[in-house]
């Protein structure tokens, strides 16, 4: 390396790190929940901030069900549910399912609740069509609408009706509830939101199964369901709804109904949920400074040149890559360890608080695959992070090869769990602050 050549590419370097740090545009909220496969919990008023980041950090859930709107839930007040708590709980990778608990089938003997919350009108109306019923419906989704975009809730969002049991014997009560949540359906299709229904498996669900197979376009039927089957089993399935009945991807299962859990320190009263829905476990296609792999099962370290030794040209690649995105280095991505690449190396090295060397160790692998946010990484979580998380354990631990795929399961949450214990953390397969403390260190 000349002296003029080291010169130069160190300057580079520095004004790159000096140079000043210009935000990304906000990204857009995401639709809720989208593809997702894992666990939730519902709680009728939403947790505080603190609550959600503790369970966020500790707890099995990436899933929570907030009540939006609807005179007849009992959380008419919903102090902490604001636009910024919605936008918060997005960013940070929860899946919200935003509820509706409005009127009740009016053979329901739990309702109306209170003297302002009307119960479906079960007159059969012109024609026997439950005319009365379907407008209540398509007013009720209006009203859903409104809040959810009052909260931020983008179009194309689920929002979930909540239908509590009934007695689906009585003809007028079950007509009259198929025909609301009919109506409910369609002005949510209008609207450009995604319909669901949250019901008693052997009521409501039944129901609406029943009408699927037996009586097929007399009703809209919603696009997902929630079966509250309190079965203690974490599964989508139930004997009350056919095996081809909203699969694939149209199902969630309240499979545990209302006790304490303490996660992080907080105890919140819940119901326990499993998600199976959209594409399930699905992470989009990726891709880095213009399609160079960075996606490796094993990330050597890299030096100079020497006889006998030329670092991989795909890793130098990769690294020369990264640098690039961390704003650190401008050359031609060119697979060779050359003066400019070591020197965006040594800048990357000094501005992360690493030993300034010519080598690009596992250490600095580790350190600048998990620079970033620290956002709590786990079994469900999909995309960019859990990336970041695969691509850092990999090359935490070379024995691991393992595919960088973008999906957080159970086989990288039991690595998660190896990594743990290796750098002194409690080992709760989890990828919270402390991991991406450890990792950005470059611990191995």
Request: charged content about 20%; some cysteine.
């Amino acid at each position: 390396m000349s002296a003029r050549s080291t010169v130069t590419a160190l300057a580079l370097a520095t004004v790159m790190v000096l140079a000043p740090f210009r935000p990304a545009a906000a990204e857009p909220r995401p639709v809720t929940p989208g593809d997702f496969k894992g666990f939730g919990f519902d709680q009728c008023l939403a947790p505080t901030q603190r609550a959600m980041d503790a369970w966020l950090n500790h707890s099995p859930f990436l899933s929570v069900g907030i009540y939006i709107s609807g005179n007849s839930r009992a959380c008419r007040s919903q102090p902490n549910l604001t636009p910024r708590w919605i936008g918060t709980q997005l960013r940070k990778g929860w899946r919200l399912l935003p509820i509706t608990l409005g009127p009740q089938a009016s053979c329901s003997d739990r309702f109306p609740r209170y003297d302002d919350d009307p119960v479906i009108d079960a007159r059969p109306g012109r024609n026997d069509n439950f005319s009365y019923a379907r407008r209540q419906g398509r007013a009720e989704a209006e009203k859903a609408v409104a809040a959810a975009a009052a909260l931020g809730i983008v179009p194309r969002s689920t929002l979930w009706y909540d239908l509590e049991a009934f007695d689906d014997d009585n003809f007028r009560c079950r007509e009259s509830a198929l025909a609301f949540l009919s109506a409910w359906t369609n002005k949510l299709h209008a609207l450009d939101y995604v319909s669901g229904v949250y019901s008693s498996a052997g009521s409501g669900i039944e129901v609406l199964d029943d009408a699927r197979v037996e009586r097929p376009g007399a009703y809209t039927l919603p696009d997902m369901i929630w079966i509250a089957r309190w079965d203690g089993v974490p599964n989508t399935s139930t004997s009350y709804v056919r095996s081809d009945g909203w699969l694939p991807g149209g199902r969630v299962k309240q499979y545990l109904g209302g006790h304490d859990e303490t996660w992080g320190g907080v105890t919140i009263n819940i119901d326990r949920n499993f998600l199976n829905v959209g594409r399930g476990r699905f992470a989009a296609p990726e891709q880095h400074c213009g399609g160079v792999n960075i996606d490796f099962a094993l990330y050597p370290i890299l030096r100079e040149p020497a006889a006998g030794y030329t670092p991989a040209a795909n890793k130098v690649k990769a690294l020369q890559c990264l640098l690039q995105e961390r704003g650190l280095y401008d050359g031609k991505l060119s697979g060779k360890y050359s003066p400019a690449t070591i020197a965006a190396v040594q800048a990357w090295q000094r501005s992360r608080g690493f030993e300034v060397s010519t080598t690009w160790s596992r250490a600095n692998w580790v350190g600048a695959f998990s620079q970033g946010m620290e956002y709590a990484q786990k079994v469900g979580s999909t995309g960019l992070h859990v990336r970041r998380a695969q691509r850092a354990l990999n090359a935490a631990d070379p024995s691991l090869r393992r595919k960088v795929t973008g999906i957080f399961n159970r086989t990288t949450a039991a690595d998660v769990r190896a990594y743990q214990r290796r750098v002194g953390l409690k080992a709760t397969g989890i990828v919270n602050p402390a991991t991406w403390t450890r990792m950005r260190s470059g611990r191995s």
